[in-house]
């Protein structure tokens, strides 16, 4: 079992940054490919960034490209987003995901992520 706690979230302006944190227990997830995901009020989940097993291959959404950073730090079994730019269209509940049946292919299907957070709120005001 992975457990993920995802912190960070909060109320910012446009423009502002913020960075989102993943923490993993139960198994060290350093072996995984790690994603994140976000949830708007009344829209599917879509995938945001994810990264392979040692950070030498990620993955993007085109809506994020250039603002937003994927990373992780094995050492202490932690994902992170750097968020910036921010827009209100990037206001959403963001989920971090574990892909413990891959290490290297970076997915960007939901359907491929095992274990979830419970996520953090972002809300970008105007």
């Known amino acids: 079992q992975v457990q993920l706690v995802e912190s960070g979230g909060g109320l910012v302006q446009a423009g502002d940054s913020l960075r989102l944190s993943c923490a993993a227990s139960?198994?060290?997830?350093?072996?995984?490919?790690m994603g994140w995901f976000r949830q708007a009020p009344g829209k599917e989940r879509e995938f945001v960034a994810a990264?392979?097993?040692?950070?030498?291959?990620?993955s993007y959404a085109d809506s994020v490209k250039g603002r937003f950073t994927i990373s992780r730090d094995n050492a202490k079994n932690t994902v992170y987003l750097q968020m910036n730019s921010l827009k209100p269209d990037d206001t959403a509940l963001y989920y971090c995901?574990?892909?413990?049946?891959?290490?290297?292919?970076?997915?960007?299907?939901?359907?491929?992520?095992?274990?979830w957070g419970q996520g953090t709120q972002v809300t970008v005001s105007s």
């Open positions: 995901a574990a892909n413990t049946h891959q290490s290297t292919y970076t997915s960007t299907r939901i359907q491929n992520y095992d274990y």
């Open positions: 139960g198994r060290a997830v350093s072996n995984y490919v």
């Open positions: 990264i392979n097993w040692n950070g030498g291959s990620r």
